[in-house]
């Protein structure tokens, strides 16, 4: 009838029947969030409002524990709760699923999700392996789905700004990409559950250093860097990387990690969660008429003739750019599909390998405060990680007092 939006049947675009969007109509996707304590919270504040204005419909949460209600993330009426996800999947069949379970979760729940006819919004890291990374992109192209993985930073247009400006030519030839970021965590972070600061969890893979988890996204936005130079996703061929730790924990809380690729510059990253100087995240980028530096947790980009760094506003939501794709796959490409993450994977992979880090105590570290709240700061770390950054370095190519040398790996492609 007149006036009447008008739709039009489309396979493939859900656990069942979809619709595409024409005259800016189209029912909203039904979602449930597996994970929806802990980290899981964030995730339910980006679906609150989009709940409530109807532009996707909340049908479950999934967690062991019970799920807890909040004033930004509130259980909406009707929305179903439970401890198993398979039993939500067969009860409610979502169309999106957004997983933020322990990373060693990860490839069991998706293959499920998948199988149920679900697409995908994977917290990072999506897979622990290059294994795990094919048999997951082989699920999707057999179900015919998609996953969007949680780079969020890679919504960023901010980082657009960066690449824009690379493309023009503004720094000329990139010499060198770096990133240097420097937190701190109490002891309360490593043990906030049974796979906190663990190399391995039941004889499985857990990986949670700080280079796979928390400084994820500073090594995925230097790769973003080295994609936007060279056209694609550019595949590591070596890894230089030295691991320390400052407490008794498996993985490293400290790294210095140099990647390189067949073609262009290599990558630096050099972070830490053990400093009493806060670094909230840089990424710099050295070429031979000038330099770029991209704070990428705040937006903030400084390029070449910038007198201070500037907020550069327009960050993309990676689940609304889902809701989008499934829509529109042509207009809306996935920001972060699976597949441009695989060289991240692939240096997780290597360092899989990686020998022990090594602990740094003593008179090298200063601890301040008691109990979950105790923290241990590692003298003169920031120092240390921007020389790095600034000249390409390992610390011990630097003569750093306390280095080791550097365990190194080559990569197949």
Known sequence: MPGEPVRRQVDGLGGGVGWRAVNGWAPPATVAVIGANGHGHWHRRVIAPLHADGRLRLVALVDVAPVRDEREAPVPPGVDVFTDHRAMLAATRPEVVVICTPPHTHLPIARDAVAAGADLLLEKPPVLSLAEHHELTDALAAAGRVAQVGFQALGSAALTALTDALAAGRLGTVTGIATVAAWQRPDAYYARSAWAGRRTLDGRPALDG????????????CLAVAEALGGAPPWPVAIEVERYRVRPIEVEDTAVLRVRFR???????????????????EVTVTGT???AVLEYPTDRLRLPGDAAPRNVPGRQGLLENLLAHRIDPAGAPLIAPLARTAPFTALLDALRS??????????????VGDGDERVRHLRGVVEVLRRCAERGSLPSELGVPWAVPAYRADLTE
């Not at 700080?210 to 936005?221: E, G, I, S, W, Y």
């Not at 073609?263 to 806060?278: E, I």
């Not at 990686?354 to 601890?367: I, M, Y």
């Open 289 to 291: 008429t000038g330099q």
């Open 210 to 221: 700080a280079l796979a988890n928390p400084f994820a996204h500073a090594v995925t936005q």
């Open 263 to 281: 073609a262009g510059p290599p990558v630096l990253a050099a972070v830490t969660m053990a400093s009493a100087q806060f670094v909230p995240g």
């Open 354 to 367: 990686a020998p022990e880090a090594r602990l740094l105590d003593g008179d090298l570290v200063d601890v």
